[in-house]
């Protein structure tokens, strides 16, 4: 489990937060062209069958994620990524608090929160944060794999495998995740004997 999580945290840290920012208003142009990227992207990322060109893809999807619209937010999400490295999670969760706040239909910023809160072993508070998240992004893999995490912690491994199948159906070449779905199913399969 240590492995999947360290992954988890590798993939949000690995991926730079772009400092630009879009136009804010969600009927602008920028923002649909970006939401219609998105969809191709997510349309892509569920054809591929290779591994590194699938990683490629999940990449842009982070880093279209992280676009708050907002220089301000982005900078705050700068800051409480910094912040987190350095594990010093209560300033990464002063941050995210007014991300969320200023931008509560950012779903990153949401799902950036859960991730502190996973650091901190607050599940609970995690759970919150990630249901947020996928209320907004249905399609993040990284909101349903953190879910996935939390559900394996708190041995409700049957929801972990539903969760990790989750992540399946939208980034099929996830090592993780099909590893975490084999082990889960041999485990559950072994139980029921």
Not at 25 to 43: M, V, W
Not at 122 to 127: A, E, P, V, Y
Not at 128 to 149: N, V, Y
């Amino acid at each position: 489990m240590r492995s999947v999580f360290a992954f988890f945290i590798l993939t949000i840290a690995a991926t730079p937060l772009p400092l630009q920012a879009f136009a804010q208003t969600s009927g602008d142009p920028i923002i649909a062209k970006a939401d219609t990227q998105l969809d191709s992207l997510f349309s892509d990322l569920k054809r591929e069958r290779n591994e590194k060109a699938a990683e490629r893809l999940a990449n842009r999807i982070w880093e279209a994620w992280y676009r708050s619209g907002s220089a301000s937010v982005d900078l705050m999400m700068l800051w409480a990524q910094q912040a987190l490295e350095a594990k010093k999670f209560n300033v990464a969760l002063d941050f995210l608090d007014q991300v969320v706040t200023l931008q509560p239909q950012f779903a990153e910023g949401w799902n950036r929160r859960a991730t502190v809160h996973f650091m901190m072993g607050n599940f609970r508070k995690s759970m919150t944060d990630i249901e947020r998240t996928l209320e907004l992004e249905p399609r993040h893999f990284g909101a349903l794999s953190g879910m996935a995490q939390i559900m394996a912690n708190t041995n409700h491994n049957e929801l972990a495998l539903q969760a990790w199948q989750r992540v399946l159906v939208i980034y099929p070449m996830l090592r993780n995740a099909q590893n975490e779905v084999s082990r889960l199913s041999e485990e559950l399969a072994g139980e029921g004997i």
